[in-house]
């Protein structure tokens, strides 16, 4: 509910699963964890679940054409089905947006270039007022952004932005 229908506030969810699971499930979950306003709002959102269709499959084509160009920019990004983006600089690109962030006080913290890079990238989508989510400091996912997708419109000046702090790294 929260990705494809737009409801992450309303914190509703379902599970599916064997009998046996289901009843395991059912003796941890508090009896009122959810609120009825959230309940009532899932029901009906999925009783019209295809007016949803074009949203999700306009999400479905911007990831996927966000995660090319960041490819192509010189970034990982990590397989996804959801409606955010989880990317980090290659060697080669995270060592020129490293430099630059180190030059430019973007990169303020001691670390690899991997997270330097993605100190760089997050501090400067800040200082452009596009908000991510900064995974830096995550031993697993080291230099990491979390980019939630936009309207195509957005996407548009967030793709731009990255170009931008990849070209004044000598990036591209």
Same mark, same amino acid.
């Given at each position: 509910?929260?990705?494809?229908?737009?409801?992450?506030?309303?914190?509703?969810?379902?599970?599916?699963?064997?009998?046996?699971?289901?009843?395991?499930?059912?003796?941890?979950?508090?009896?009122?964890?959810?609120? =009825?306003?959230?309940?009532?709002?899932?029901?009906? &959102?999925? /009783?019209?679940?295809?007016?949803?269709?074009?949203?999700? $499959? +306009?999400?479905?084509?911007?990831?996927?054409?966000?995660?090319?160009?960041?490819?192509?920019?010189?970034?990982?990004?990590?397989?996804?089905?959801?409606?955010?983006?989880?990317?980090?600089?290659?060697?080669?690109?995270?060592?020129?947006?490293?430099?630059?962030?180190?030059?430019?006080?973007?990169?303020?913290?001691?670390?690899?270039?991997?997270?330097? =890079?993605?100190?760089?990238?997050?501090?400067?989508? &800040?200082? /452009?007022?596009?908000?991510?989510?900064?995974?830096?400091? $995550? +031993?697993?996912?080291?230099?990491?952004?979390?980019?939630?997708?936009?309207?195509?419109?957005?996407?548009?000046?967030?793709?731009?932005?990255?170009?931008?702090?990849?070209?004044?790294?000598?990036?591209?």
């Amino acid at each position: 509910f929260s990705k494809a229908y737009g409801l992450a506030s309303m914190r509703v969810g379902y599970g599916v699963g064997s009998r046996d699971l289901m009843r395991i499930l059912g003796k941890v979950l508090l009896p009122y964890h959810v609120n =009825a306003f959230s309940l009532l709002t899932a029901e009906i &959102v999925y /009783k019209h679940k295809q007016l949803f269709v074009e949203r999700t $499959n +306009q999400i479905i084509a911007e990831r996927e054409k966000m995660g090319k160009a960041l490819t192509e920019l010189g970034f990982k990004v990590w397989d996804s089905a959801t409606n955010f983006l989880m990317f980090t600089a290659q060697p080669e690109l995270a060592a020129k947006l490293s430099e630059f962030g180190k030059s430019e006080g973007l990169a303020t913290e001691e670390g690899t270039a991997t997270k330097l =890079a993605g100190q760089t990238v997050f501090k400067f989508l &800040v200082n /452009k007022k596009i908000l991510a989510r900064d995974f830096t400091r $995550n +031993q697993a996912l080291e230099g990491g952004i979390r980019l939630t997708l936009g309207t195509p419109e957005e996407n548009i000046i967030i793709l731009a932005t990255i170009k931008e702090v990849c070209k004044n790294a000598g990036g591209i």
